[in-house]
């Protein structure tokens, strides 16, 4: 009997639960190393019954026989789902729709770089004018204290 067929019908089970039904037929064990990894298992959950922290059988399944890196870790119970492997069709239109994303921000960057000349040079233009005003207005001055415009009674450097 196949393990999935043993576990029809029980949606609630967890690791220790899915080994002893996988691992055992009509009570009987298919070897002593699994016998004695259930045992283990058993007692560490019926230990810890009576402890602040008890273990259940997914954290027994654990402690006994490790995890692996490519085990599902918190994210239900029993074996992970087969992988789905992309089709050549999903990747085609994966890569259709990275491309469009792509063509619309080299737009959206282009965009911005314009706008940024723009910003850009509308600043030279008024720094220019800016200059241009000062340099005018520095000459002025300098017109009206030849002519002395600037002194009051006879005081140098009074306004």
Same mark, same amino acid.
């Given at each position: 009997?196949?393990?999935?067929?043993?576990?029809?019908?029980?949606?609630?089970?967890?690791?220790?639960?899915?080994?002893e039904?996988?691992?055992?037929?009509d009570? $009987?064990?298919?070897n002593?190393?699994?016998? $004695?990894?259930?045992e283990?298992?058993?007692?560490?959950?019926?230990?810890?019954?009576?402890?602040?922290?008890?273990?259940?059988?997914?954290n027994?399944?654990?402690?006994?026989?490790?995890?692996?890196?490519?085990?599902?870790?918190?994210?239900?119970?029993?074996?992970?789902?087969?992988?789905?492997?992309?089709?050549?069709?999903?990747?085609?239109?994966?890569?259709?729709?990275l491309?469009?994303?792509?063509?619309?921000?080299?737009?959206?960057?282009?965009?911005?770089?314009?706008?940024?000349?723009?910003?850009?040079?509308?600043?030279?233009?008024?720094?220019?004018?800016?200059?241009?005003q000062m340099?005018?207005?520095?000459?002025?001055? $300098?017109?009206?204290?030849? $002519?002395?415009a600037?002194?009051?009674?006879?005081?140098?450097?009074?306004?």
């Amino acid at each position: 009997m196949k393990a999935r067929e043993k576990l029809k019908g029980n949606d609630d089970f967890d690791k220790m639960d899915f080994y002893e039904r996988t691992r055992s037929k009509d009570g $009987k064990w298919i070897n002593n190393n699994v016998k $004695k990894a259930h045992e283990k298992m058993r007692a560490k959950v019926d230990e810890s019954k009576d402890t602040n922290h008890p273990i259940d059988g997914n954290n027994a399944f654990n402690d006994v026989l490790g995890t692996k890196s490519s085990d599902c870790a918190s994210l239900g119970h029993g074996p992970p789902p087969p992988a789905k492997k992309a089709t050549y069709k999903e990747l085609n239109e994966r890569y259709r729709r990275l491309e469009e994303q792509n063509s619309l921000l080299l737009h959206e960057r282009d965009d911005y770089n314009e706008q940024l000349t723009s910003t850009n040079n509308k600043m030279k233009e008024l720094e220019d004018n800016h200059n241009e005003q000062m340099a005018s207005s520095m000459d002025r001055v $300098k017109e009206l204290e030849k $002519k002395g415009a600037f002194f009051d009674n006879g005081n140098r450097g009074q306004w």
